[in-house]
């Protein structure tokens, strides 16, 4: 009876843990919540079977658990989508591992513990590779080959999955042996499935395998006939579906074309590669100094972080630049596109690593009305969320896509180390607008040294209090 | 295993676990995208009871192994999951006090 209050108690937990963790307020404590839970379910769950072989639990307890403390306390807030991507395929792999340890049981598995074990094997397997690739492609170990492209891959894709289910009937059969040929096929599907992808559509695939995550686990419940392991199973499956959909309307595409797609832009990055560099014609560029006296002179300012500020660590520049704007009487916010940086809302977590005020951080929609009455826009790492074709040239790829409307500001200034293509690699005719400056350099560098020209101005040595009072 | 399960109830289990998942989230600001994606994958990391009852019940070390590295992963997942996602939403917190 103890056990089972205490198992209920833990699936009610994780419901409104999970429900908590989609609002601002509550999602701290929810997530510490969903924790406890976890705990509350691990009690319950020793107290019904006893503690037989806890030598082997305190060691995946001790290595597992240890080296996830640690670098989860010690990866850089930058690259916390390929470490969301590297737990989620670990945990993948343990509904593998269980399914495979499962079958070598004496007692034997009735028909639905078979599909069961099959399903997690499956499962598991391409939520392990597929998570790793995605990780690959983040950290930029792994680019996207051309050959991964072709159509054939959808082929080569089909025939694995074939191949699979085929695997699966044999292992129905009575040929337990089939589940290595199984656990390969489906590792290299999961391979398949996510080299093609471009890098800007992977935090919709790491959405996506982190629900399959939560169907392995589900099927892992059925394995060991555990009810809360299933519906916990099932719950984060069915989010994590939903946070995918959000996430792709969010970036204004569709599943299918993440997922058969291939990589945005990437049919025309030959031809732009070949013609790219006399593309940009009308490109004007300046220095820090003169941008430092359009800022000084400006009455409104808003800055549109992109993950290129992020790579060269520079949240700290801007919100020291910010401040002594600020402190000059010169109104300063932030515009946050859906999906800047490489996951949407990356770039909250990443300002909010800096201290940045909450209020200053705009959403595009709530934004976008703003930018004709702005003086300055200074673009600091951001591309293809600029992009004024999104709106104007239904023959791009990114036709469609909500951008934030910063041709429309008096005076745009775009920093950014060359004239490189974007992460979708698609030309942008923000660059060549009669208002748009460009700033080369590293965003960190050139933040410092507006920082510099500004002080040398005079600004920031306003009495205290000017700022204060809008 | 611990065969207090039939399968059919176990379906009804799965169905309405489904269905609840997918009434918990609704709107997302995009804010949270990222913290909700990572707390979610923690909580997938629950396969780390049947890695538990597999060592409960393996008869030999080699299956215990099996299950004890299974466990690994799992808490790995676990463990990291919610601490990173702790940090990521402490940090809008602070700034809610300020």
């Known amino acids: ?470 | 295993m611990s065969g207090h399960l039939s399968g059919t109830a176990a379906l009804w289990v799965l169905v309405l676990g489904s269905l609840l998942g997918l009434e918990l989230i609704g709107k997302v600001p995009p804010t949270l995208h990222t913290p909700l994606m990572s707390g979610a994958n923690a909580i997938s990391g629950i396969t780390l009871l049947a890695a538990l009852a597999l060592i409960g019940q393996a008869p030999t070390p080699g299956l215990k192994l099996i299950g004890a590295v299974a466990l690994g992963f799992a808490l790995f997942n676990v463990v990291g999951g919610f601490l990173v996602t702790d940090r990521m939403l402490a940090m809008f917190r602070r700034r809610e006090a300020n």
């Not at chain 1, 392990?128 to 054939?152: C, D, H, I, N, Y």
């Not at chain 1, 044999?170 to 996510?194: D, Q, R």
């Not at chain 1, 996430?247 to 990055?269: D, I, K």
């Not at chain 1, 004239?419 to 460009?438: H, V």
């Open chain 1, 1 to 470: 009876m103890v056990e089972l209050s205490i198992e209920l108690g833990s699936v009610l937990l994780l419901a409104f843990g999970l429900k908590g963790l989609a609002k601002i307020r509550t999602a701290r404590s929810a997530n510490g919540l969903a924790a406890l839970a976890l705990g509350l379910a691990v009690v319950g769950l020793l107290l019904q079977q006893g503690l037989g072989g806890w030598p082997w639990m305190l060691l995946g307890l001790g290595i597992g658990g240890g080296l996830g403390a640690v670098l989860a306390l010690r990866v850089a807030m930058t690259s916390m989508p390929e470490t969301v991507a590297l737990f989620n395929g670990c945990g993948g792999m343990s509904s593998l591992l269980v399914a495979i340890g499962a079958v070598q049981l004496p007692t034997p598995l009735n028909l639905v513990g078979q599909v069961s074990v099959l399903v997690s094997v499956l499962v598991g397997s391409i939520t392990f590779s597929g998570s790793l690739v995605a990780m690959g492609k983040l950290q930029e170990w792994l680019g996207t080959p051309g050959w991964t492209l072709r159509p054939q891959r959808h082929v080569v894709n089909i025939l694995m999955a074939v191949a699979c289910l085929a695997c699966c009937v044999l292992v129905l059969k009575g040929m337990a042996v089939a589940l290595i040929p199984l656990t390969v096929l489906s590792l290299l599907l999961g391979v398949g499935l996510t080299l093609p992808v471009g890098g800007a559509d992977m935090p919709v695939v790491i959405s996506l395998l982190n629900s399959y995550s939560g169907v392995a686990a589900a099927a892992a419940g059925f394995v060991v006939g555990s009810e809360l392991l299933i519906v916990a199973g099932a719950m984060v499956g069915a989010a994590g579906l939903i946070l995918t959909q959000v996430m792709c309307t969010a970036m204004n595409r569709s599943l299918t074309s993440v997922l058969f797609g291939g990589a945005l832009g990437a049919g025309t990055s030959e031809a732009s590669e070949a013609g790219g560099r006399e593309e940009y014609t009308n490109v004007t560029s300046c220095s820090p100094e003169e941008c430092a006296l359009t800022l000084e002179a400006a009455e409104r300012v808003i800055f549109v972080p992109g993950y290129g500020l992020a790579v060269a660590q520079a949240q700290h520049s801007l919100k020291e630049l910010a401040r002594l704007l600020e402190q000059h009487g010169i109104e300063v916010r932030y515009a946050i596109h859906p999906v800047a940086g490489r996951m949407p809302g990356h770039m909250n977590v990443l300002l909010a690593e800096a201290d940045v005020p909450y209020d200053q951080l705009v959403e595009m929609d709530d934004i976008n009305p703003d930018f004709p009455r702005t003086d300055v826009v200074i673009v600091l790492g951001a591309n293809d969320v600029v992009n004024p074709r999104a709106k104007s040239d239904p023959s791009s790829p990114l036709y469609g896509m909500p951008v934030l409307e910063v041709d429309q500001a008096r005076s745009v200034f775009v920093v950014k180390r060359s004239l490189g293509s974007g992460y979708a690699g698609i030309r942008n005719d923000l660059f060549e607008l009669p208002q748009t400056s460009m700033v080369f350099g590293d965003a960190k560098q050139v933040l410092q040294s507006l920082l510099q020209e500004l002080r040398s101005l005079g600004v920031g040595k306003v009495p205290a209090g000017a700022g204060s009072t809008r």
